[in-house]
């Protein structure tokens, strides 16, 4: 079946614009997670939805950046007045959930740069 | 805080095995320890996980030391396909931790 996708798959974008990242993770999974790799880095856990509960966003680095989940399936994170230190790689996965099933499956991530 | 420790890079020569391992001494009783690997400019991939016995499935074996604060992961005959990242992670209240990962590098 299909995977995750992401879109765009390359962003270049100007130094404080706003850009949307888009993710579709596979079809009935209720997780859905949203990572951030620096180049030569490992990956920075950002946001993490799970059914319909309030979202653990912990991880996000500032007010600039959110996301949001409709209808508990696709998701949009959304970077404000984008900085250079912003671009990375963005990485969604989703899983099915549950103790012992938060296997992830990530989707080939969208490329940011902003200029 | 909640984090795991690998080596940040190992070489295995085609067809051995390759033991990569990974310290998660702060994991509590019930969380389970997941390994994926990234080959270059793509997304992780998962390659199989515990909780507390020895895992093994057509990728990889999994060997999870007693006390649960250290793991290795076993590519029993590593090819040139496995050079990778490598990472180690465990579910730390559902928020995945990930650190910068192993660098295999299987050799001809």
């Known amino acids: 079946g299909a995977g995750v996708s992401q879109s765009p798959s390359n962003k270049v974008t100007e130094k404080g614009k706003d850009v949307e990242l888009r993710c579709d993770p596979i079809?009935?999974?209720?997780?859905l997670y949203w990572y951030r790799q620096s180049l030569g880095q490992g990956l920075e856990f950002l946001i993490y939805f799970q059914g319909n509960s309030a979202p653990d966003k912990s991880g996000l680095p500032s007010d600039r950046f959110s996301a949001e989940r409709t209808g508990g399936s696709v998701s949009t994170l959304t970077i404000q007045r984008t900085q250079q230190e912003d671009s990375a790689v963005y990485l969604c996965?989703?899983?099915?959930?549950?103790?012992?099933?938060?296997?992830?499956?990530f989707g080939p991530g969208t490329r940011l740069l902003v200029l | 805080d909640a984090k795991t420790t690998q080596p940040p890079s190992m070489d295995c020569a085609e067809g051995r095995a390759a033991n990569l391992p990974c310290n998660h001494s702060?994991?509590?009783?019930?969380?389970?320890v997941y390994w994926y690997r990234q080959i270059h400019s793509q997304g992780p991939q998962y390659i199989i996980h515990g909780l507390k016995n020895n895992e093994t499935n057509e990728m990889a074996s999994l060997i999870i030391t007693e006390d649960r604060k250290s793991s290795t992961l076993i590519l029993p005959h590593a090819t040139l396909r496995d050079t990778a990242v490598y990472y180690c992670?465990?579910?730390?209240?559902?928020?995945?931790?990930f650190g910068p990962g192993t660098r295999l590098s299987v050799l001809p």
């Open positions: 079809s009935g999974h209720t997780a």
């Open positions: 702060t994991i509590s009783g019930n969380e389970y």
């Open positions: 992670t465990a579910d730390y209240g559902q928020n995945f931790v």
């Open positions: 996965a989703s899983s099915s959930g549950g103790r012992g099933a938060e296997t992830q499956y």
